[in-house]
């Protein structure tokens, strides 16, 4: 009778185990940066990759109605074109760390996945603002 | 031989202070609600940050639930004492809803928020993980009938499943992750929130962790009404 608790436990057992050899292990280095990238292409030749760095301020170019998305991705040292397709999550603005996931195709990284990190800061809009000015800064953040 | 000699002294009513924790518990959820809605919305994600006080609430409650019950089975090894068994699996099962209260709360802020209500990235892995061990078990517990190899197979899981915990809450600081680090960060000592924010985040904390307190004395009570009752039925 407590045979479904040992088929339950075993496949728990197989999971975890899975979840620690397979996706952990894939996971720990969750993206790489554009200088990461350039120091080694030959790695990643091919491969779909995590991209993570910072939306270069002045470069965002967004169609709605064709919902391309182009921007410049950089960490500092190295910058690299993005070009991506969809909805931009509703954080995602210049000087946001992102995180793309794509392909390389010559020196144009394309997206098919998009994320947005948010920062472990937590502050209300800056003082004297009008509750005017407060709401709008909320739609904006939509 | 069990302790069932034990169990007869068992309280058959609830005490005064399981009832005291659980209401002052809720009292101070309520005021922690209070403080939640009236706390100044975030400059990046607005309204959304509310979220955060019940999803940091239940995270760290979580921690602390599957701690106790880990070293509640140490004190059942060293002892046997089955009251011990009972307390560690109370806190594990709350423990376990805590967690999926977290994950639930991460899941509605991370799809307006990165884009996705879910990722196979470090933090959230070893969450994932952690879950499954605790999930594991209360299978163990299911499977295994006898009272004291149960109680045994049970206390070594809850022991070597709080390895999961610094894993967990390290995950963000040991590789690149999407998710945020620690907003009050003991790691650093720094707190990265507005006062208003913090105040709400640690009325809420001290609200779920009286409510745990209290719903693991009043589990264990109940399982100790239960193993009453079976210690005479058989």
Same mark, same amino acid.
Request: charged letters at 20%; aromatic letters at 14%.
């Given at each position: 009778?407590?045979?479904?608790?040992?088929?339950?436990?075993?496949?728990?057992?197989?999971?975890?185990?899975?979840?620690?050899?397979?996706?952990?292990?894939?996971?720990?280095?969750?993206?790489?940066?554009?200088?990461?990238?350039?120091?080694? #292409?030959?790695?990643?030749?091919?491969?779909?990759?995590?991209?993570?760095?910072?939306?270069?301020?002045?470069?965002?170019?967004?169609? #709605?109605?064709? $919902?391309?998305?182009?921007? !410049? $991705?950089?960490?500092? *040292?190295?910058? *690299?074109?993005?070009?991506?397709?969809?909805? &931009?999550?509703?954080?995602?603005?210049?000087?946001?760390? !992102? !995180? !793309?996931?794509?392909?390389?195709?010559?020196?144009?990284?394309?997206?098919?996945?998009?994320?947005?990190?948010?920062?472990?800061?937590?502050? &209300? &809009?800056?003082?004297?603002?009008?509750?005017?000015?407060?709401?709008?800064?909320?739609?904006?953040?939509? | 031989?069990?302790?069932?000699?034990?169990?007869?002294?068992?309280?058959?009513?609830? %005490?005064?202070?399981?009832?005291?924790?659980?209401?002052?518990? @809720?009292?101070?959820?309520?005021?922690?609600?209070?403080?939640?809605?009236?706390?100044?919305?975030?400059?990046?994600?607005?309204?959304?940050?509310?979220?955060?006080?019940?999803?940091?609430?239940?995270?760290?409650?979580?921690?602390?639930? @599957?701690?106790?019950?880990?070293?509640?089975?140490?004190?059942?090894?060293?002892?046997?004492?089955?009251?011990?068994?009972?307390?560690?699996?109370?806190?594990?099962?709350?423990?376990?809803?805590?967690?999926?209260?977290?994950?639930?709360?991460?899941?509605?802020?991370?799809?307006?928020?990165?884009?996705?209500?879910?990722?196979?990235?470090?933090?959230?892995?070893?969450?994932?993980?952690?879950?499954?061990?605790?999930?594991?078990?209360?299978?163990?517990?299911?499977?295994?009938? %006898?009272?004291?190899?149960?109680?045994?197979?049970?206390?070594?899981?809850?022991?070597?499943?709080?390895?999961?915990?610094?894993?967990?809450?390290?995950?963000?600081?040991?590789?690149?992750?999407?998710?945020?680090?620690?907003?009050? %960060?003991?790691?650093?000592?720094?707190?990265?929130?507005?006062?208003?924010?913090?105040?709400?985040?640690?009325?809420?904390?001290?609200?779920?962790?009286?409510?745990?307190?209290? @719903?693991?004395?009043?589990?264990?009570?109940?399982?100790?009404?239960?193993?009453?009752?079976?210690? @005479? %039925?058989?």
């Amino acid at each position: 009778m407590r045979l479904k608790y040992w088929i339950g436990l075993l496949l728990i057992a197989g999971a975890v185990g899975y979840l620690i050899w397979g996706g952990l292990g894939k996971s720990l280095v969750y993206f790489i940066t554009p200088s990461e990238y350039f120091q080694d #292409p030959a790695k990643y030749a091919g491969k779909r990759i995590r991209l993570g760095g910072i939306v270069k301020a002045g470069t965002i170019r967004y169609d #709605p109605k064709t $919902l391309k998305l182009e921007f !410049v $991705l950089t960490d500092g *040292v190295t910058e *690299v074109p993005v070009h991506h397709r969809g909805t &931009p999550p509703a954080l995602f603005k210049e000087r946001q760390g !992102v !995180v !793309v996931e794509g392909k390389f195709r010559g020196k144009v990284f394309y997206g098919d996945n998009l994320l947005v990190k948010h920062s472990e800061t937590y502050q &209300p &809009p800056k003082e004297g603002y009008t509750p005017e000015e407060v709401r709008k800064l909320i739609r904006e953040a939509k | 031989m069990l302790g069932w000699e034990r169990m007869e002294t068992a309280r058959t009513r609830l %005490d005064p202070v399981t009832v005291g924790l659980l209401a002052l518990g @809720f009292a101070v959820l309520l005021i922690g609600f209070y403080l939640a809605l009236v706390a100044p919305p975030d400059q990046q994600q607005g309204y959304l940050v509310r979220i955060l006080y019940l999803h940091v609430a239940a995270a760290w409650t979580g921690y602390l639930a @599957f701690v106790v019950a880990g070293i509640y089975a140490l004190f059942y090894l060293f002892t046997n004492r089955p009251a011990y068994d009972r307390v560690s699996a109370a806190s594990a099962e709350i423990g376990l809803w805590l967690s999926l209260l977290m994950v639930l709360g991460g899941m509605m802020w991370a799809r307006p928020t990165w884009g996705v209500y879910w990722v196979w990235e470090p933090r959230l892995t070893s969450v994932a993980v952690m879950i499954a061990v605790y999930v594991g078990y209360f299978l163990v517990r299911q499977a295994i009938e %006898d009272p004291e190899m149960r109680a045994k197979a049970a206390a070594a899981v809850a022991i070597l499943g709080v390895i999961n915990i610094p894993i967990t809450y390290m995950s963000v600081y040991w590789w690149r992750s999407i998710h945020q680090t620690a907003s009050i %960060d003991i790691i650093n000592r720094k707190v990265h929130m507005a006062p208003a924010m913090l105040e709400a985040l640690l009325v809420n904390l001290l609200a779920f962790t009286l409510i745990y307190l209290g @719903f693991v004395r009043l589990k264990g009570y109940l399982a100790a009404r239960q193993a009453l009752k079976e210690g @005479f %039925d058989g």
